[in-house]
């Protein structure tokens, strides 16, 4: 019979040896930060709740794991560096399903250079993955606080296909560009670090962006105004949710990011010499707040984003 220690050693043999003073197999891992700072971020996907296991692969659970922690790492502006990993697995887990876990795990860390330096087993009823990540930093961190008055705001990539693609895996679609946003969301590390060159503020969008902008808000104490006609979305998702589904859309992990003015023209430039879709949707003013303006300047219901514990209406 298989034992804790032999799925460890399972886990472990995808992944390379970590480039750590003491690493997996002791009581603590050592590290050793060699250019800045440490930001540190811990987050989870559990069963049932980000994930069912008829919908998602094991490779895509550890690909999301991770990648979701990646998320909050890049909205940092930081150098992701090395993460834990705990696992609790139901009785009689697979070895073939925990081989699949580590290697969309590995593949997504062998792609942004981070190790894996330790963790847990233990069992449970469902299944969930823990990840704490840590990030190193060269300059000083993006956070939510730095929005100013007259800073304009940008959001990478598209908005609302992850909630599209969850909306399809519910109705049975397991195809399509929508349903891999959901699986297998991809984390904008390389933009956060240009972004910290840059920007005043960040965060990533992991409840929506109705909701997010609001905590960008809350923390600067500023007011934002977002127009409608500006958001980024695929034809797709503009059909099937429209522009204010998009915003209540979670699990997106694009990054909402406020950029000074007088250097937006050179971030948008510096973006597209490196290949980064960012678009401007709106703009930071003085006052508390934020407002959702349609194409005809006209203010409309904010949405909702998600929460855990409670429905965020997102209306004043």
């Known amino acids: ?20 003073p003491v690493g997996p197999g002791d009581d ?7 250019r800045g700072p440490l930001c540190v971020t811990t987050d989870c996907v559990v069963e049932d709740v980000h994930f069912t296991r008829a919908s998602f692969s094991p490779a895509d659970i550890g690909h999301k794991a991770l990648a979701v922690n ?21 009785q009689g887990f697979p070895l073939a399903h925990l081989s699949g876990l580590a290697r969309g795990m590995s593949a997504l860390a062998r792609e942004h250079h981070i190790d894996l330096v330790g963790g847990n ?27 100013r008055p007259g800073d304009w705001l940008y959001v990478s990539g598209t908005l609302g296909d992850a909630r599209l693609g969850l909306a399809h895996l ?12 959901q699986r297998r969301p991809q984390p904008r590390v390389a933009l956060g670090q240009l972004a910290a060159r840059f920007a005043s503020a960040a965060l990533d969008v992991s409840d929506g962006l109705a909701q997010d902008l609001g905590h960008l808000c809350t923390a600067s104490q500023v007011r934002a105004t977002v127009e409608l006609a500006r958001l980024p979305m695929s034809a797709v998702v503009r059909r099937a949710l429209g522009a204010e589904g998009a915003l209540a859309g979670g699990e997106d992990y694009e990054l909402l990011l406020a950029v000074p003015s007088r250097r937006g023209k050179a971030f948008e430039q510096a973006c597209a010499r490196g290949g980064h879709a960012v678009t401007r949707v709106g703009e930071v003013s003085r006052g508390s707040g934020w407002v959702i303006l349609d194409e005809a300047g006209r203010v409309v219901r904010r949405p909702g984003g998600f929460d855990h514990f409670g429905s965020a209406s997102g209306v004043d």
Do not use: N, Y
């Open 1 to 20: 019979m298989l034992g804790e220690f032999d799925f460890i050693r399972r886990f472990l043999s995808h992944f390379p040896k970590a480039r750590v």
């Open 28 to 34: 603590c891992a050592v590290l050793a930060p060699s």
């Open 170 to 181: 519910r109705a049975g679609v397991t195809r399509g560009a929508s349903v891999r946003r």
């Open 121 to 147: 087993f233990t069992s449970a009823r469902e299944l969930s993955v823990t990840i704490t990540a840590t990030g190193e930093l060269t300059r000083p961190p993006l956070t939510r606080a730095g929005a």
């Open 70 to 90: 990646l998320s909050d790492v890049a909205s940092m502006g930081a150098t992701p560096r090395w993460f834990l990993c705990s696992l609790a697995l139901p």
